[in-house]
């Protein structure tokens, strides 16, 4: 039998014995991830005892005082059973072993590794009794044999910051540029005080070097050309870098709104010769970016080596929004490392789209 299947067989017959009445349903939360559970009960049960200090405890106290053991517990309802089957199944993850071989400057092998993690039945139902609605999950974690920080010696060792857009809705093109993009950063090393610029490790767009035809903006209107699409990987380049507090040297809004860069202001055009993103590597370490796309969201994570920066954000917000489209938009970070705070604030003025097309608004929305 999997320990999954054990798991759910111990929880559902040793742990789910409730007493009181109606519990309303308890919020738990785990990292950045959040679950409501309806803690409701099913039927009653007489109650169970097993020999150990706390039951041989009651038993002696009932002999002493004469009183019963006797009484009945609530079980759980199958819904509140099954939704913590869900979340022990997303929780529950073995201990995996990090590696990582750098060739020519870039990672041709790369997997951070994970820690093990376990969902602690007995100790969640023991916070389930409790009074309070809002639970942080007793998860046990069991470290692997081999840590990231053990593959190299460039400090390495751990996820600082990750930039992530959505690109749902794009046509196939768009899809396939998107993905051929962010496959030239996966991997990618940059040294301590280097600055990174997009273009040039994005390198030739062109339909020999697997690009293809999809929509751009450029200062005469909106045409196909080769690498359309390419903007959702400069914009997620520029979150990540933000969140991780890198001073940015060269960034650039969109001409108007563009809907897969919400919300507006968080957005980094780029066209090769004219238009980049650029940011200096100010981390202790080396850092090295890893790309994955999950569905239709593209993801940037930088590993290096943390500080004791503090990145704080005002914004993104929008303003000056006007009928036709065009608006405003201002994103601040605070940056405090050693006790001096550095600030950057991104002002970003949008068009009017129909400056740029005279197709349908539903067409406008599918640019860049």
């Not at 929780?91 to 993690?117: H, M, R, V, W």
């Not at 940015?248 to 238009?275: C, E, K, L, M």
Request: charged share 20%; glycine share 6%; proline share 6%.
């Amino acid at each position: 039998m999997s320990l999954s299947k054990l798991n759910k067989l111990f929880f559902i017959s040793c742990l789910l014995l409730i007493p009181g009445s109606f519990v309303k349903a308890k919020t738990v939360s785990f990292n950045d991830k959040q679950w409501d559970i309806p803690t409701t009960f099913a039927q009653t049960t007489p109650a169970v005892f097993i020999r150990n200090d706390f039951d041989l405890l009651q038993l002696t106290q009932a002999a002493v005082m004469g009183s019963s053991l006797n009484g009945l517990e609530r079980l759980f309802s199958p819904e509140t059973i099954t939704n913590i089957e869900d979340i022990t199944e997303k929780i529950n993850q073995p201990a995996k072993d990090a590696s990582l071989i750098i060739e020519n400057n870039k990672a041709i092998q790369f997997d951070p590794g994970q820690n093990g993690q376990a969902l602690d039945l007995y100790a969640l139902k023991n916070l389930l009794l409790q009074n309070s609605n809002d639970i942080y999950l007793p998860v046990l974690v069991s470290r692997p044999k081999i840590a990231l920080a053990d593959t190299n010696a460039l400090g390495i060792k751990e996820l600082v910051a990750t930039g992530q857009s959505n690109f749902s809705g794009s046509p196939s093109n768009r899809i396939h540029n998107i993905t051929v993009g962010a496959a030239r950063f996966n991997g990618l090393i940059i040294q301590p005080g280097a600055e990174f610029s997009f273009n040039k490790y994005l390198g030739e767009v062109d339909g020999d070097h697997d690009f293809l035809p999809e929509l751009v903006i450029k200062p005469e209107g909106v045409t196909p050309e080769f690498g359309g699409g390419l903007c959702q990987v400069s914009s997620t380049t520029f979150r990540a870098a933000m969140n991780a507090g890198l001073p940015i040297t060269a960034r650039r809004n969109h001409s108007f709104a563009v809907q897969y860069y919400a919300p507006q202001g968080t957005d980094a055009t780029i066209y090769p010769g004219s238009s980049d993103l650029k940011f200096i590597n100010n981390l202790p370490s080396v850092m090295l970016i890893r790309t994955r796309i999950e569905g239709k969201k593209l993801f940037f994570d930088f590993f290096g080596t943390k500080d004791n920066r503090v990145v704080t954000f005002e914004g993104p917000n929008q303003y000056d929004k006007k009928p036709d489209g065009s608006m405003k938009a201002i994103w601040t970070r605070h940056v405090t490392l050693n006790n001096q705070t550095t600030d950057q604030t991104f002002k970003s003025v949008y068009l009017p789209p129909a400056q740029f097309h005279h197709d349908t608004p539903e067409t406008l929305s599918q640019t860049q």
